[in-house]
C-alpha cells in the first residue's frame, strides 16, 4: 500500500488504489471545491474527505475523518469488500449505497437530502427529506421529513411524515412517529425488542424466560396525538409499545444488557476502550466491537438468531407480587 502525505494535482479528480492516505483531502483553492474523489480499492484515508462526488468503486476502504459531499456520495452496487466511516458523513444531495456484497458501517450520523441504504449498518441516525432502507442496521433513528421506505430492517426509532414497511420491521426503542398513515405491504411482520434479552442471544445463551420480542400492529393499535402552535395544528401518529411494558416490571431489565449493547454500538469509536459481557464457554471475553455488533444484528434480520415472542400481557396480580 502506497502512502500518500499531502496531493499535488491540477487535475478535477482523485484516484485512490492501494492507497494509504496520510493527510485529508481537503480543497485548497476555489477551483478544488468541485473535484471527485474515486475510490478504486484498498484504501484507508486518515483524514477528512471534501469532494464533489465521492465514489466507492471497491473496497476495502477506511475513512477515518467526516465526508461531506457537494453533490454525492455513491457506492458501486458490484462494490465488495468492507467499507467504513469513522466519523460523520453528509451530502448536499444523497448518500447511495446498495451494494449487496459488501459491508458498509457507518460509525456516526448520516445527513443528506436523499438517503438509500442496502445491507448497511448505521450506529448514529439518518437525517434526510427521503430515506430508502433496505436490508439494514440502525442503531439511532431515521428521521425523514418527507418519505421513509423500510424493508427487513431495524431500526432505532423512526419519525417521518409518510412511511411505508415491507418483509420485517424491528425497532429498539419503545415508540416510533409519523404524520401520514402508515402503509404496510400485506405479509409485513413489525416486532419491537425493548423487552427481547439481547444481552443473552448475543452471547449464544438462552433468554429469560419472561424476554421477548413483541408483535406490533401499525394499522390497530397508533395513537393520534394534535400537536398545537399559533400558526397551525398537527397531528402525529405514534406506535409504541410502552402500555405493554409495564410487563418489565415482572422482568429484571438490567440483566438484559440491552442498554449497554445499544450504547456500545451507537458510541462505536469513541470508547476508550473495547468492553465485553462476560467470559463464553471457553474462558474467551464476549467483546463489543461494532463489527461483532453489526454481525449480531445482521443475523436477527437474515433469520441465523431467533427471538421467541411475548404478547407484552400482564396479570395485575403478578405485578402486585412485586411490590409485596
Known amino acids: 500500500m502506497e502512502e500518500l502525505k499531502e496531493f499535488r494535482l491540477n487535475d478535477n479528480r482523485i484516484l485512490l488504489n492501494n492507497n494509504r492516505v496520510k493527510s485529508s483531502i481537503l480543497p485548497k483553492v476555489t477551483s478544488e471545491i468541485h473535484r471527485d474523489v474515486i475510490v478504486q480499492g484498498n ?3 486518515e483524514g477528512a474527505i471534501f469532494a464533489q462526488n465521492l465514489q466507492v ?3 476495502p476502504l477506511e475513512v477515518q475523518g467526516a465526508v461531506f459531499t457537494n453533490l454525492e456520495l455513491f457506492i458501486n452496487t458490484e462494490a465488495q469488500g468492507d467499507i467504513t466511516f469513522r466519523k460523520a458523513v453528509g451530502s448536499a444531495d444523497s448518500v447511495v449505497s446498495y451494494s449487496p456484497n459488501s459491508r458498509v458501517i457507518f460509525q456516526s450520523d448520516i445527513n443528506a437530502k436523499k438517503i438509500k441504504l442496502r445491507n448497511a449498518f448505521v450506529a448514529g441516525n439518518l437525517f434526510a427529506d427521503t430515506i430508502e432502507l433496505e436490508d439494514c442496521i440502525v442503531i439511532g433513528g ?13 431500526l432505532g426509532t423512526f419519525n417521518s411524515s409518510s412511511l411505508r414497511v415491507a418483509k420485517t420491521l424491528y425497532l429498539l426503542l419503545p415508540s416510533a412517529f ?5 402503509v404496510i405491504i400485506p405479509g409485513t411482520e413489525i416486532f419491537n425488542l425493548a423487552l427481547a434479552d439481547l444481552g443473552a442471544l448475543y452471547k449464544g445463551e438462552a433468554e429469560t424466560e419472561t424476554s421477548g420480542k413483541i408483535p406490533m400492529d401499525f394499522k390497530n393499535e397508533e395513537m393520534k396525538s394534535v400537536l398545537a402552535s399559533e400558526d397551525d395544528n398537527r397531528v402525529v401518529r405514534s406506535y409504541s409499545v410502552v402500555g405493554k411494558v409495564l410487563a418489565a416490571d415482572l ?3 438490567d440483566k438484559l444488557n440491552n442498554h ?5 454500538a451507537g458510541l462505536g469509536n ?9 467470559m463464553d464457554s471457553n474462558n474467551n471475553p464476549i467483546v463489543l466491537t461494532i463489527e461483532k455488533i453489526a454481525d449480531f444484528f445482521f443475523n436477527i434480520i437474515n433469520g441465523k438468531i431467533s427471538v421467541k415472542t411475548i404478547e407484552g400481557n400482564f396479570s395485575i396480580s403478578d405485578l402486585v407480587k412485586n411490590f409485596v
Open 270 to 278: 469513541q470508547l476508550l476502550k473495547t468492553y465485553d459481557l462476560g
Open 178 to 182: 409519523s404524520v401520514e398513515p402508515s
Open 251 to 253: 422482568l429484571d431489565t
Open 57 to 59: 468503486q471497491n473496497g
Open 260 to 264: 449497554f449493547l445499544i450504547t456500545a
Open 43 to 45: 484504501t484507508i484515508v
Open 142 to 154: 431515521a428521521f425523514a421529513t418527507d418519505n421513509l421506505d423500510v424493508t427487513n430492517c431495524i
